[in-house]
T-cell receptor, first 112, second 114 residues
Framework: TQLLEQSPQFLSIQEGENLTVYCNSS?????LQWYRQEPGEGPVLLVTVVTGGEVKKLKRLTFQFGDARKDSSLHITAAQPGDTGLYLCAGARTGTASKLTFGTGTRLQVTL | NAGVTQTPKFRILKIGQSMTLQCTQD?????MYWYRQDPGMGLKLIYY???????DKGEVPNGYNVSRSTTEDFPLRLELAAPSQTSVYFC?????????????FGSGTRLTVV
């Protein structure tokens, strides 16, 4: 059973376009993280959100944690080729120490 | 800082062979984890450890074993390799509270069992 579903699975866009990636679950998470992974490398942490309704911005990336702490979104404004990669959301459920459950991933390709 | 170091980067095993995937971290993280990543399936937790001498099973532990004799090292042992264990394996480490920085991952070991 996959606790975290991401959509879309694949996204191919041109430079300058905006996009949103969604991460949904029926479970409540105490915190949620977003990672980006490039080919041949491990995932790298982008952001951690812990409060329901929280919004964090990282340059052109905006992350939001749902009010009920069951879902999250990642919005990229004016995408650039350097944004290309696999985006993973990951949630920590209450009482599970720091064990993360990872989403299925969204593969983003940004072309010139 | 080196962060999390995994060796080897690539390995081909024959069915029934055994091997150990090495993982070491130099960030003094208490927690360490092993995940496997299959195409289109995200990352699945194999084993984790909250400190030296303490390990516990994750979501997919069958066919694997771990040990944690020091804070720095967390090797993953595959006994009697099977084709279903063909995957990319990632080791990660963290502090107990994820708000302190999340996971730091190694660059992975790509294992093929033939």
């Amino acid at each position: 059973t996959q606790l975290l579903e991401q959509s879309p699975q694949f996204l191919s866009i041109q430079e300058g376009e905006n996009l949103t990636v969604y991460c949904n679950s029926s479970s409540v998470f105490s915190s949620l993280q977003w990672y980006r992974q490039e080919p041949g490398e491990g995932p790298v942490l982008l952001v951690t959100v812990v409060t329901g309704g929280e919004v964090k911005k990282l340059k052109r990336l905006t992350f939001q944690f749902g009010d009920a702490r069951k879902d999250s979104s990642l919005h990229i404004t004016a995408a650039q080729p350097g944004d290309t990669g696999l985006y993973l959301c990951a949630g920590a459920r209450t009482g599970t120490a720091s064990k993360l459950t990872f989403g299925t991933g969204t593969r983003l390709q940004v072309t010139l | 800082n080196a962060g999390v170091t995994q060796t080897p980067k690539f390995r081909i095993l024959k069915i029934g062979q055994s091997m150990t995937l090495q993982c070491t971290q130099d960030m003094n993280h208490n927690y360490m984890y092993w995940y496997r990543q299959d195409p289109g399936m995200g990352l699945k937790l194999i084993y984790y450890s909250v400190g030296a001498g303490i390990t516990d099973k994750g979501e997919v532990p069958n066919g694997y074993n771990v040990s944690r004799s020091t804070t720095e090292d967390f090797p993953l042992r595959l006994e009697l390799a099977a084709p279903s264990q063909t995957s990319v394996y990632f080791c990660a480490s963290s502090f107990p509270h994820l708000g302190a920085g999340g996971y730091t991952f190694g660059s992975g070991t790509r294992l093929t069992v033939v």
